[in-house]
């Protein structure tokens, strides 16, 4: 009995370490290990996989309508009419309590993203901004982000298509 006493202190510490990391692995899997790598300040990019999955859906008025409907349900609040990134709830948005604007959709820049990224964003989502893939069908999230499109002016400088790599 007095040798169980003796050995418990040098089995448990080790066997503590192990327990720790193990539940800190488990925590840092479970909580999103990607997110987790994007610190709160750093800018979000799509995965390359993800980002060359091709449009399917062809941008023609009816699904451009049904795009912009589901904009002034599921985006308005945070990135505003216009998608400027000034919807009524914007000012409010925080990422681990640290303020945080939405995007400006508006911005020629986001065609420098491939409509997978965008496709990918709105599906994932990143805190404050909810995922949609449960929200909105697959088909719905491509509406979006062919109405999304028409938000922003093309780049002038570019007139062969989406840039899809690094500037
Ligand atoms: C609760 C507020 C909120 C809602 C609702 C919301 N967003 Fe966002 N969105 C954000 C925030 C905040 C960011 C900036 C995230 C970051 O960069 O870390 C963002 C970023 C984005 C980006 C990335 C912009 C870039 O420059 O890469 C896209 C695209 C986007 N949102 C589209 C949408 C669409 C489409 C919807 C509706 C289906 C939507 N968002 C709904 C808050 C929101």
């Keep these: 009995m007095n040798n169980i006493r003796f050995l418990k202190p040098r089995f448990l510490t080790p066997l503590s370490v192990v327990l720790g990391t193990l539940t800190a692995m488990v925590g840092f899997v479970a909580l999103g ?4 790598l994007q610190g709160p300040g750093e800018a979000w990019i799509a995965p390359g996989r ?4 091709a449009n399917p859906l062809p941008v023609e008025a ?3 309508a049904q795009g912009k409907e589901l904009f002034a349900a599921g985006c308005f609040p945070c ?3 216009s998608g400027k990134g000034d919807g009524p709830a914007s000012s409010t948005l925080e990422r681990e309590g640290k303020p945080v604007r939405p995007g400006n959709l508006s911005d020629p820049k986001l065609w420098e993203q491939s409509d997978g990224a ?4 709105i599906s994932e989502g990143r805190t404050p901004m909810p995922a949609f893939q449960e929200t909105f069908t697959e088909e719905q999230r491509w509406q979006i982000v062919n109405y999304v499109r028409t938000l922003a002016p093309k780049q002038q400088t570019n007139n062969t298509g989406i840039k899809t790599g690094a500037k």
């Design 33 to 36: 290990a990607d997110k987790l």
């Design 50 to 53: 993800a980002a060359r999955k």
């Design 62 to 64: 009816n699904s451009l």
């Design 79 to 81: 990135h505003g009419a």
């Design 118 to 121: 965008i496709f990918w964003k």
